[in-house]
């Protein structure tokens, strides 16, 4: 089983900026991706950005130019770093991970718990 825990959330006021961390611990043969999705209360979660293990990155329109996603493959750590952050960007931000546990195993996804971010206007 892979364990995802996530860090870095908090209150911030708009035009701040927060960085999140998830940090990958388990059985670990190797991982795919890595990414940050969060969820509005009452809306779908949506994807905010993901890194993949070749290093290509994607990122949803909305926090694009301020939102830098990196990753630390050794400490299997996934980071985002949030700049001039908006109201809108108030959500659950979850970690999410992709990797396989041995040589031949086929993908596997992850979910952290979540972590807190609230924009105040």
């Known amino acids: 089983q892979v364990q995802l825990v996530e860090s870095g959330g908090g209150l911030v006021q708009a035009g701040g900026s927060l960085r999140l961390s998830c940090a990958a611990s388990?059985?670990?043969?190797?991982?795919?991706?890595m990414g940050w999705y969060r969820q509005a209360p009452g809306k779908q979660r949506e994807l905010v950005a993901t890194?993949?293990?070749?290093?290509?990155?994607n990122y949803a329109d909305s926090v694009k130019g301020r939102f830098t996603i990196s990753t630390d493959n050794a400490k299997k750590m996934v980071y985002l770093q949030m700049n001039m952050l908006k109201p809108e960007d108030t959500g659950l931000y979850y970690c999410?991970?992709?990797?396989?546990?041995?040589?031949?195993?086929?993908?596997?996804?992850?979910w952290g718990q979540g972590t807190q971010v609230t924009v105040s206007s």
């Open positions: 999410k991970v992709q990797s396989r546990k041995y040589m031949n195993d086929y993908t596997r996804q992850y």
């Open positions: 388990g059985t670990i043969f190797s991982i795919n991706a």
């Open positions: 890194v993949t293990s070749g290093g290509s990155t």
